[in-house]
């Protein structure tokens, strides 16, 4: 948008000013013809007076004038005989064509307009004589090297200042630029901002033309609103969870009470209210850890840092699963080194207990790789995968596949919110010969 606006601004500057410079040198280029014409006319008549009158005047003003000027003069009689010739003969082509045009007293032709590269004589002719009496004619045949000079002279003073007021005119369309994008930026800033998950994200109402202050108030009304309504929300999840926790807690002590008390008959519904029970307090656990997710991706838009060791904090998860894998007769492979990350050791902890909790339950009896490589932590097992058409929804907040194991749905869906928020990417595809392999792509820490 600023190279349109701005060559839009010098676009309309510079046909202005070619509207301006066309006219103003083309007057230049006329007037100074114009005061060459008149000034070897005005000669030419001083000569022409001269001739009628007789006298060795004619020969003494003549002589001056060819040595001022350096231009050629002749002067012939009624009969087209020399009188005085200076510079240049009466029998020439061109001389001698003006002289015949000049006794017949036709009116001379009108020299084109002086420009600087002009150059080359120009022939002026008149009669000799006094009302239809022509006793004879006068040529004078001047260059125009000086006065093409004095244009170029002209032309250059015109084009430097056009050049000057070009300057202007740039500087003045980087101004009005900056002044009516500024605020655009600060807005396009301010969206990616809340994009982001900044809370509360404002721009300055206060430059750039009133329309643009007017939608930067609206835009920070909005940006408020936004983060009111995320914060309600992340709160309505967190007190939700946290106030049913103790009534769960309380029904979880009187279930175990009943264990063994129980017919044989009960046993059975008893066995699937404890299983239900255990579902709704793991998906409690899920929306809290989500709701902590949340939180820290908005912390992590304002500005707070971290950094990790990734190889150091995969090796400490992966021993604290492998007692999980041994009971579940999972093969863990490691593949890790130090890698630096940007993330906080203990999002990251928690991304990979999500990754290799899901690996080492649909991956029974198979085999699970663990790799942390420059920038890539990989998380690979061999287990029954899901279909190419299941696995875009994989990180949807709820979705789990038919005939998946117990769970939340939110496992993915907070681990892709964390690794986001650090500006990294959570890859999940199938893997070879089977099962699926998440990859977290995480910026470098150094």
């Known amino acids: 948008m600023r190279r349109r606006l701005l060559l839009a601004l010098l676009g309309m500057a510079l046909a202005a000013l070619a509207g301006f410079a066309g006219p103003l040198l083309h007057s230049t280029s006329a007037e100074r013809t114009q005061r060459f014409v008149l000034g070897r006319t005005a000669d030419l008549d001083r000569f022409a007076e001269l001739a009628a009158a007789g006298g060795d005047r004619l020969i003494a003003e003549v002589r001056a004038h060819v040595d001022l000027y350096g231009d050629a003069v002749v002067v012939i009689d009624a009969r087209r005989t020399p009188v005085l010739d200076s510079g240049m003969r009466a029998d020439e082509p061109a001389v001698k064509a003006a002289l015949d045009a000049a006794l017949r007293n036709q009116p001379a032709s009108v020299p084109p307009d002086v420009l600087p590269w002009s150059s080359g004589p120009v022939l002026f002719a008149r009669p000799v004589g006094s009302g239809t009496r022509v006793t004879g004619a006068v040529a004078l045949r001047s260059t125009v090297d000086r006065a093409a000079a004095d244009v170029g002279a002209s032309w250059g003073i015109v084009l430097t200042g056009l050049v000057g007021a070009a300057l202007a005119f740039v500087a003045l369309a980087l101004l009005l630029a900056r002044w009516v994008l500024r605020p655009v930026a600060e807005l396009e800033r301010g969206v990616r901002a809340v994009g982001g998950g900044s809370p509360g994200a404002h721009v300055s109402p206060a430059s750039g033309p009133p329309e643009l202050r007017g939608l930067a108030a609206s835009f920070n009304r909005m940006s408020d609103a936004v983060a009111e309504s995320a914060h309600r929300q992340r709160a309505l999840v967190a007190d939700t969870s946290h106030q049913l926790r103790n009534p769960l807690a309380a029904l979880r002590l009187r279930m175990d009470s009943l264990a063994g008390r129980m017919s044989a008959e009960a046993v059975p519904a008893y066995s699937s209210m404890v299983a239900e029970l255990d579902r709704l307090e793991s998906l409690l656990d899920s929306m809290l850890l989500l709701a902590s997710a949340d939180t820290a991706a908005t912390e992590l838009a304002a500005g707070v840092d971290a950094r990790c060791d990734a190889g150091t904090v995969a090796k400490d998860r992966v021993d604290s699963w492998l007692p999980a894998a041994e009971r579940a007769g999972v093969t863990v492979v490691e593949e890790?080194?130090?890698?630096?990350?940007?993330?906080?050791?203990?999002?990251?902890?928690?991304?990979?207990?999500?990754?290799?909790?899901?690996?080492?339950?649909?991956?029974?009896?198979?085999?699970?790789?663990?790799?942390?490589?420059?920038?890539?932590?990989?998380?690979?097992?061999?287990?029954?995968?899901?279909?190419?058409?299941?696995?875009?929804?994989?990180?949807?907040?709820?979705?789990?596949?038919?005939?998946?194991?117990?769970?939340?749905?939110?496992?993915?869906?907070?681990?892709?919110?964390?690794?986001?928020?650090?500006?990294?990417?959570?890859?999940?595809n199938h893997a070879e010969p089977r099962g699926l392999a998440v990859t977290v792509e995480l910026p470098g820490g150094a």
Do not use: M
């Open 336 to 428: 890790i080194s130090c890698v630096p990350v940007a993330c906080s050791e203990s999002d990251l902890a928690q991304v990979l207990d999500v990754l290799l909790d899901n690996a080492i339950k649909y991956a029974p009896g198979g085999t699970v790789r663990v790799s942390v490589l420059p920038g890539v932590v990989r998380v690979t097992d061999d287990g029954p995968g899901v279909s190419s058409e299941d696995l875009p929804r994989l990180t949807d907040r709820f979705w789990r596949a038919s005939g998946s194991a117990p769970g939340s749905g939110l496992g993915l869906a907070i681990a892709h919110r964390l690794v986001t928020a650090y500006g990294g990417e959570l890859r999940i």
